[in-house]
């Protein structure tokens, strides 16, 4: 309903016919300024509370003739008590029956009363035959029945403000509830428009209970420069004062539960801290805590203090770690790493690493010769230790390879890897992860003259600190698929462009079933991973996916090793893993929302097999299958769920819509899912520039905000619209139209997605002619640093072919309109038909997304832990706004890097 609208009921013998009429009085300045005066002078008893003093006088006194309505305040109180009658304010017009209805928030009926003996005009009040009683902070609803209209209001009272005369308060329309609500006679008043009809109620408070201390402050030791923090627990009739003393001397600003010093010196060893509560009922003071200052200390040491390379092919590399770990009691600080021998550098603890005391960082550092010679070095470790440097000697032996029978080499999984590109010169798989991430990387393998044939993959257990083992099944390859595409279409000319019409790889094709663990070498699948035949002079690239078990048990931090082998009829090769495990973990659900398909599935896939297909790679589907949502939760890390397989909302332009579900109807559909998952709604695709929407949005947000649990609702469109605040909690925004709003937005959260309007063309695109970056840093970096909390894409299974070899070789897709080509528009999962899978098989570009949703969890953590002013430092940089982002895979590593290490660092 538009805030200017109201419904007026009139009855006419047995039928009952509505009407609409429109006001629009403005609550003028100088009657706000009179209320404020009011409430400062008030002088309630004490024993009993109303939210307005009976000399207060609405704006406007009489509202007008019309049918009986329900009119109401919402509000709570600071303590609990009973409520023992309702009021309101009465014009000399407001003639005939009046009740008053106090109820719950949901609209339970709690009491009803009948005014009597009322005055002529001016304020009303009917006491209960029974109190009621309420709870502290909790929100309920006043109301009365006017029989014939002429009631007072104040318009938009309630729409930048509630009102706070303690212990009573009434809020501010949608800060918990709506307020200014009214609806049909002696029903609960459900709508609003944000108007102070003048309702209140008479409020006895419970006997005031004086403050007692339950937890006293505890005596804390720190180092000179550190800070130290004193905490007080007590119990008592709220609002509870607190007053901090240092030495019985009260610290100006220390009014809270807790207080933490400035920087300690010496001079503060001994100082005596307790804190004074009171309230309306009594004080006490608590029992003195000490500080104890001791001097600082600065150690630092490393672990080896010697590395031993022995042979190491030349144009190899070799990698080992030590570890540094700060012993002493003051944080440390690494002022620089210096390397000298030649072949060798460093990477992990780096200039500006800060350690805290016993806190240790992983030095990584890699041996790749250039010559066949015996090379010693060392490494310099500068700080502000006592100790500083901290040293650490190198060896190495660099000796001439045996000949391969044909080359292989490591590539960065955010690179392509053609068909017929040259061959690369890493020879070696170094990557750092936290637990329960999945990290990824590619072996390319190139046919020499004559060809190879039977090539296949495996995998060694990853061995790591004290024996512990990453097995193989934590371990997943699968084989590149090379597709043949036209180039994207119309890209809009700007910073971004794509690579144009060839061959890429993208679709994976795996060696086992993903649901299984079936190997799918057996079968008599079109296509399959194992025994590859590749042409001479060709490449043949293989996605390697290491995810890194939970628990610190199962994965404590440390090097862990292993190797990828690759075999052939014309020879065999061998690839070292190393591989550094961080002492910090992911969540199981990420902190990330996410929403792709918003179609129904392909020919050869399912809801479900969609859902685990995405879900394996950290993205949800539009909505979950209610009696798998448990299991999805623990298995997958399902983290939102639409409600959409109950109801299809589909709003359109002019306000259809396909259903508009009451709320006991989304009560009855929210059920179905574990309490404290997310549920929304997708009301409206792409409906920019409307307004014959407004209402249908509305009524379901209304719907959807009241019922028993949180249920939200969404839309994709390209800017943010003030017309529909309150009614939208996740704003879908087209990244490449640059319509983001200012931030922080704090009407809902945002969303980013692609699609076909490329914009002026600097945003991501996803198409299979760029590079896989544009796929990771939207869902990564570029959506921290744009304040964006989820992804939405709008399809995944968009097959050419359905479940047949074709939608694995065409993905060029012209869903667009207006004939432009977009090859892999709609396709990130690819038909199991071909490869006798239980489930679709992913492409390169969904575990980019992968990635990016991983890159944003390491931002959030830090973001949980304080460090918002480094994660910005960091990533700003490199993905600054939707047109002005880095195309550098190296800069997206560094940056992810030292998220890692500083993560690693502040593990406890």
């Given amino acids: 309903m538009r805030i200017a609208e109201r419904y007026f009921y009139r009855a006419s013998g047995d039928a009952a016919t509505r009407a609409f009429k429109a006001k629009f009085s403005r609550y003028v300045g100088s009657a706000l300024l009179g209320l404020a005066v009011v409430l400062a002078c008030s002088a309630n008893a004490a024993a009993q509370k109303t939210i307005w003093p009976s000399t207060l006088v609405p704006a406007t006194v009489d509202n007008g003739p019309d049918g009986p309505l329900e009119l109401g305040v919402s509000f709570k109180a600071d303590t609990s008590g009973t409520i023992t009658g309702i009021r309101f304010y009465k014009s000399a017009a407001n003639t005939g029956l009046h009740k008053g209805h106090f109820w719950t928030r949901t609209g339970a009926l709690l009491a009803t009363v009948t005014f009597t003996g009322e005055s002529a005009s001016g304020w009303q009040q009917a006491n209960f035959s029974t109190p009621v009683a309420i ?62 009809y003048w309702v209140d ?98 150690l630092l040491s490393v672990s080896p203090t010697s590395l031993g390379f022995g042979n190491v092919d030349i144009g190899s590399s070799s990698s080992l770690n030590t570890t540094v770990t700060n012993n002493g009691n003051s944080n440390v600080a690494i002022s620089g790493v210096t390397v000298t021998g030649t072949g060798f550098s460093t990477r992990g603890a780096t200039s500006g690493t800060i350690l805290a005391p016993n806190q240790s960082a992983t030095l990584s550092v890699a041996f790749a010769p250039g010559a066949a010679q015996g090379v010693s070095g060392s490494i310099n470790v500068a700080s502000n230790a006592t100790n500083t440097p901290a040293t650490i000697s190198l060896t190495g032996i660099g000796v001439t390879p045996a000949g391969s029978a044909f080359p292989v080499w490591v590539q960065s999984s955010m690179l392509r890897v053609g068909k017929a590109d040259a061959a690369g010169t890493t020879s070696s798989i170094n990557l750092s992860s936290a637990r329960g991430e999945t990290v990824d990387t590619q072996v ?18 990853l061995i790591g600190p004290g024996g512990a083992s990453i097995p193989t099944s934590s371990l997943t390859l699968y084989r590149e698929y090379y597709i043949t595409v036209t180039g994207t279409a119309n890209y809009g000319g700007g910073s971004n462009p794509p690579l144009g019409s060839g061959t890429y790889p993208e679709p994976l094709i795996p060696f086992n079933d993903p649901e299984t663990g079936t190997p799918l070498c057996g079968t008599t699948a079109t296509l399959k991973a194992c025994n590859a035949t590749v042409a001479a002079g060709q490449n ?18 440390g090097s862990y090793t292993g190797t990828i082998s690759i075999a052939a009829d014309q020879g ?95 009560n009855a559909a929210a059920a179905n899912f574990p309490a404290g998952l997310a549920l929304d709604f997708y009301l409206a695709d792409e409906l920019n520039g409307c307004t014959g929407d407004y209402t249908a949005i509305k009524t379901l947000g209304i719907n959807a905000h009241a019922a028993n649990r949180s249920v939200k609702t969404m839309m994709t469109i390209n800017a943010v619209d003030s017309n529909l605040y309150g009614a939208i909690d996740h704003w879908v925004l087209l990244d490449s139209l640059h319509q983001w709003p200012t931030l922080p937005f704090t009407h809902g959260d945002l969303w980013s997605y692609t699609s076909c309007n490329a914009g002026v063309g600097n945003a991501p695109e996803w198409m299979v002619d760029y590079p896989p970056i544009n796929e990771r840093i939207q869902a990564g970096f570029l959506n921290w640093t744009q304040g ?15 479940n047949a070899i074709g939608s694995w070789n065409i993905v060029d897709t012209t869903a667009c309109g207006g004939g432009l080509g977009r090859p892999g528009d709609g396709i990130f999962l690819y038909p199991p038909g071909p490869i006798a899978s239980t489930e679709s098989a992913p492409g390169i570009r969904l575990k980019a997304i992968r990635d990016g949703i991983q890159d944003y969890e390491y931002a959030q953590i830090l973001e949980n832990l304080g460090q918002v002013p480094f994660v910005n430092s960091t990533i700003v940089p490199i993905a600054t706004s939707w047109s002005n982002w880095s195309h550098d895979p190296n800069a997206l590593e560094a940056a992810r890097l030292q998220l890692g290490l500083l993560l690693h660092q502040l593990a406890p």
Avoid at 444 to 461: F, Q
Wanted: aromatic fraction near 10%; proline fraction near 7%.
């Fill in 135 to 196: 709870a502290a902070n909790t929100v309920y609803v006043a109301s009365y029945q006017s029989a014939n209209g002429h009631w007072s209001v104040n318009w938009n009272y309630f729409a930048t403000s509630g009102v706070n005369n303690a212990p009573l308060h009434a809020l501010q329309n949608g800060n918990g509830a709506p307020d200014g609500v009214w609806g049909g006679p002696g029903a609960f008043p459900t709508h609003t428009n944000a108007s102070n």
């Fill in 201 to 298: 109620v008479v409020f006895s408070g419970a006997a005031g209970v004086a403050p007692s201390i339950t937890a006293q402050p505890a005596s804390k030791p720190v180092t000179a420069g550190q800070t130290a923090t004193f905490s007080v627990a007590a119990t008592g009739t709220a609002p509870l004062s607190y007053q901090w003393k240092k030495n019985n001397v009260a610290i100006t600003g220390a009014n809270s539960s807790s207080y933490t010093t400035t920087a300690t010196t010496s001079s503060d060893n001994g100082a005596q801290f307790a804190v004074a509560i009171s309230n309306s009922a009594g004080s006490v003071t608590s029992s003195a805590a000490t500080l104890t200052v001791n001097a600082a200390t600065y």
């Fill in 444 to 461: 390319i393998v190139r046919a020499p003259t004559g060809g190879l044939t039977n090539v296949n993959v495996s995998t060694s257990a």
């Fill in 540 to 557: 043949q690239p293989y996605w390697i996916d290491i995810s890194v078990p939970r628990g610190a048990t199962n994965s404590p931090p």
């Fill in 572 to 666: 065999t090769a061998t690839i070292p893993v190393t591989l550094t495990v961080w002492n910090f973990e992911l969540p199981t659900q990420p902190s990330e929302a996410s929403l792709w398909t918003l179609w129904p599935p392909a020919p050869g896939n399912s809801a479900i097999t969609s859902a685990r297909a995405l879900m394996r790679n950290k993205v949800m589907g539009w909505y979950d299958v209610a009696a798998n949502a448990s299991s999805d939760i623990a298995n997958f890390g399902l983290n939102r769920s639409g409600l959409d397989g109950y109801y299809f909302i589909g709003i359109q332009c002019n306000g259809s819509a396909s259903s508009i579900p009451s709320t006991s109807q989304i």
């Fill in 788 to 802: 964006a909390t989820g992804i939405l894409y709008y399809r995944s299974d968009g097959w050419t072919a359905g």
